[in-house]
């Protein structure tokens, strides 16, 4: 299976570097992304918002023979299921890290702008439980490594159109919310989870982790990654 990775927020390809072998010995070949305009300044970022992040995967979709998973951590996600709707005759899979899919129009958060792009805000802006599994050394590492993202990535409402991707098969991997926690919000399905609540074939598998389990347990998230290409 191709399995293609999107990353989250200020992170690049290279972030998956260590989650990528248990995947590739489980027989798989992997696509591990960077985004349009991550990285760059104001002038280089100003024309890229979600809808080109999605068109980014899309040509890798469209590049593969499949069959293809997508994974998308945190806000990957969204781009993954942007994607996913874009092709849904050609995906077999979706794989959420830590996150969920959006319902139409959702967007995945609010930071400071800052001269016309959105930098890593720092790790003490997160929840606790988020950032409680990475300790001082790693959390140097990839806060250096950390690259501004285009200022209209994070705010840009996810644009679906095809309702058959409700029935894909779709996996959720979270560290920072319990399996009764996602029940609770499919049986209540607000506005924001309708996506969440309506899929058809859902799976939860819960991992020791924060929101950064690539950091903190590359290689067992890789292991999950690929049980969940099988399940």
Do not use: C, Y
């Not at 990775?5 to 070949?29: K, N, Q």
């Not at 997160?126 to 990839?142: G, H, I, M, P, Y």
Request: aromatic content about 6%; charged content about 20%; overall charge negative.
């Amino acid at each position: 299976m191709d399995v293609i990775l999107v990353p989250g927020l200020w992170l690049d390809a290279s972030t998956w570097d260590d989650v990528v072998p248990p995947i590739e010995a489980a027989g798989h070949t992997v696509h591990a992304l960077t985004m349009p305009g991550v990285g760059a300044d104001a002038d280089g970022a100003g024309g890229v918002g979600i809808a080109e992040w999605v068109a980014a995967v899309v040509a890798v979709v469209d590049t593969v023979p499949g069959p293809i998973a997508l994974v998308g951590h945190s806000g990957g996600g969204n781009v993954a299921w942007g994607a996913a709707d874009a092709r849904v005759d050609r995906i077999d899979r979706v794989v959420f890290v830590d996150t969920f899919p959006p319902a139409g129009g959702g967007i995945i958060s609010e930071f400071p702008i800052v001269d016309g792009v959105v930098p890593f805000p720092g790790w003490d802006s997160f929840e606790s439980a988020d950032v409680a599994d990475l300790d001082a050394e790693t959390r140097q590492k990839w806060a250096a490594r950390a690259a501004a993202v285009p200022a209209r990535v994070p705010t840009d409402p996810i644009a679906l159109s095809d309702p058959r991707r409700l029935s894909l098969r779709t996996t959720m991997i979270t560290g920072t919310f319990p399996d009764v926690a996602v029940r609770e919000v499919i049986a209540a399905a607000p506005p924001w989870a309708a996506d969440l609540a309506a899929l058809e074939h859902l799976d939860i598998v819960e991992i020791a982790s924060g929101h950064w389990p690539q950091f903190s347990m590359p290689r067992a998230l890789g292991e999950t990654i690929a049980s969940a290409l099988t399940a």
